[in-house]
């Protein structure tokens, strides 16, 4: 419902009551999920321009050059809400919806990536949750023929109540010939393609908006959309072919607020007359409010010339899809919907799209106890524990479901990034954050979420081209909340412009809290990053290559996965100085390195059971529990044959590797442990035998 100041605003406007048609629209027009009424000011310190950006915010999705005849199509979504109501389904339409935001600029999508949240794994709740949001997203992306090529999966007890599911999509198209969103004059047709409208996904964008409860858990479940892969696929053919034609003028996928979304939106700049009564539908006997905000998936909406409809008719039928011409841009600036003979909307275009008015919240800055307890317990046995966590674990379990070669563009899904080949540079995929160091520090670990994916692609010898986010928060009326969203964004812009990666769209979604446990996620910015390099794999080290350190480590232990496992507290990490990566990423370029890895969760002995599991090492450092788990960023752990390549660095030789089943060995101080490769493999398929047995 809207609220009764928005309801006085925009009846004091008009001059009259609303009808229930207008007042549908508005409720989710004006919502948090498609107005972004709360953080509309924070966004705006956000860099979106850049040398190689074409198209930045505003659109579906955005358009960066990646060669002289490539640009890049990318965005990035959440279904937070719907993926806790019906985890299959809402994971599978978060996909569905970000692969139709890239076809409808006249891309191809060719990769998926997915930062997945969730509470505590020992809880079944969870379990049924991570079981069937992979499952969704796996099931889509596999039918539609888009692989998945990178993600991330975060486990704290802060998202029991209310999972995360983001999804980023890439898509390549020519620079030249890319479509927006925007109607280009009056007189033009607008034609809708695709499934059948039903009743499915009312209310989304409003649900979307809204914090989650037991007792709404199932009166929401029609708010969660139903896909279908199947016509998907067909869509894609489908809008690309029409896109290959030169006929389209513009194009917009039918997501949140459905029909009367995407047609307002889209008509904003002049506007538009719709007939709803055109609308093919699946369901008998839909009321107007019904075919205009429903949220059924897999429909398109595009702007033609009126001698081109047939032309786009036809290859809607030839792809067994089903087509309405449903109404037509006019030069009026007003929205107008007429069902059964009357006008049942008709407001101004520029009130309904845009004209929500500025909301400015409170804002206090959240004291965090950064207190720290030495932890018990011997080396040895927090280093597995650290090896075990879900965070640090192999994601074999969730890898093994996704299809991560349809295409054949994907080099490689190991460890750091996702490496596809395009011509004869790789784009290179990066995504995730550390929420735990974030609620501990917003500026600082924002800026440093957007390092850690730098790092990711420097350690393939990439460097980024641009960033999508998702900023995911609690209840921005708390005034706590929002001062962690303003200053996470506020760290996010400034290591942007530090590396020189225009944040080029995103998403945001509020209200991710739960009454059910009681509980408000962590701040959550989502990084998406999207970079360009050499082709390459990312490579292991072998038998007698020796290991180096590179750069400072501190007394970082707060938010580590040290501390989620002992409750140690401590600081969290400063924001990182990006010298050093850019000298690691140059190393790697020119081969140089024989390995490489940055150091994140589970500090150094994280990094070391992935790069160098057989492997004899020696670290200095006073205090073993900062050497071994510290998580201060701006640290790689490389491997060599000539140490000359490391000149300029600072660094320390660690150790060698060793032979395929050695084991590793670790010295630190007076202290020595060893894990054989039975104990690493034990902890790191944690999630696997939980998930199987």
Known sequence: MLSADDLGFITEKLGRDLTDVEAACFENLWSEHCSYRSTRSVLKTLPTEGEDVILGPGDDAAVVRFSDDLAIVVGMESHNHPSYVDPHDGAATGVGGIVRDIISMGARPIALMDPLYFGSLDQEKTKYLFEHVVGGIGGYGNCIGVPVVRGETVFDPSYQGNPLVNVVCVGVVDPDRFLTARVKAPGNRLVLFGSSTGRDGLGGASFASRDLSEDSEAAERTSVQIGDPYTEKLLIEATCEMAETGKVLSCRDLGAAGLAGASSEMASTFGARIVADRVHLREEGMNAVEIMLAESQERMLVEVAPEDVALMGSIAEKYDLRWSEIGEVIAEPRYIVEFEGDVVCDLPVDLLVGGTPACALPKTPKTVD???????????????????????????????????????????????????????????????????????????????AVYENAANLACLGARPLCIVNCLNFASPLHPEVYWEMEQSVLGLGDMARTLDAPVVGGNVSLYNESDEFGTEIKPTPTIGM????????????????????????????????????????????????????????????????????????????????????????????????????????????????????????????????????????????????????????????????????
């Open 370 to 448: 950064t207190a720290y307890t030495r932890p018990e317990g011997a080396l040895k046995d927090l280093a597995l524990a650290v090896l075990a966590h879900p965070d640090v674990a192999s994601k074999e379990w969730i890898v093994e479901q996704y299809d991560h070669h349809v295409q054949l563009r994907t080099v490689s899904t190991d460890h750091d990034a996702g490496v596809l080949r395009l011509g004869d540079a790789a784009l290179v995929l990066s995504c995730g954050c550390n929420p735990r160091q974030i609620a501990l520090a917003p500026y600082e670990n924002a800026a440093n």
């Open 530 to 693: 999207v970079g360009k390099g050499p082709v390459r794999r990312w490579t292991a080290p072998e038998a007698g290559d020796r290991l180096a350190l590179v750069g400072s480590t501190g007394e970082h232990l707060g938010g580590s996965i040290l501390d989620a496992v002992t409750g140690c507290g401590g600081a969290a990490p400063p924001k990182a100085d990006p010298a050093v990566m850019e000298q690691v990423r140059d190393l790697v370029a020119a081969d140089a390195l024989t390995g490489a890895t940055d150091l994140s969760k589970g500090g150094l002995i994280a990094a070391l059971a992935k790069l160098a599991p057989d492997a004899a090492v020696t670290i200095a450092g006073d205090d073993p529990l900062v050497a071994l788990f510290s998580e201060t960023y701006g640290r790689f752990l490389v491997a060599f044959k000539d140490e000359a390549a490391l000149e300029g660095l600072e660094y320390q030789v660690v150790g060698t590797v060793g032979a395929k089943d050695d084991g590793l060995r670790v010295t630190v101080g007076a202290e020595t442990f060893a894990l054989s490769p039975a104990e690493i493999e034990e902890a790191r398929t944690s999630i696997t035998r939980l998930m199987r047995f």
